[in-house]
Nanobody, 114 residues
Framework: QVQLVESGGGLVQPGGSLRLSCAAS????????IGWFRQAPGKEREVVAS????????YYADSVKGRFTISRDNAKNTMYLQMNSLKPEDTAVYYC???????WGQGTQVTVSS
């Protein structure tokens, strides 16, 4: 059984920063790729960033490259998404995801607005 709990969302002005966290219980993140997805109102859920288990390699959507950084702390079973230079179009509910077993968190709202 795996439970994922996101935190760190909120309201931020354009150009600001937020750091999202995803804490895993149960089996944690062991042996699995993990990642962040987001879903804006009226749009499909899309992948934002992911990180592999084996070598820590990362993937970023073109829309966030150079602004967002994904990381993981295996000892703490926690994943992070550092989001800088936020734009209004980054507004969405952000979800963490564990690939092995297809586990999802409940989501955390990020709103970028002046």
């Amino acid at each position: 059984q795996v439970q994922l709990v996101e935190s760190g969302g909120g309201l931020v002005q354009p150009g600001g920063s937020l750091r999202l966290s995803c804490a895993a219980s149960g089996m944690g993140f062991s042996f699995s790729a993990i990642g962040w997805f987001r879903q804006a109102p009226g749009k499909e859920r899309e992948v934002v960033a992911s990180i592999s288990w084996s070598d820590g390699s990362t993937y970023y959507a073109d829309s966030v490259k150079g602004r967002f950084t994904i990381s993981r702390d295996n000892a703490k079973n926690t994943m992070y998404l550092q989001m800088n230079s936020l734009k209004p179009e980054d507004t969405a509910v952000y979800y963490c995801h564990r690939d092995l077993g297809d586990h999802w968190g409940q989501g955390t709202q990020v709103t970028v607005s002046s």
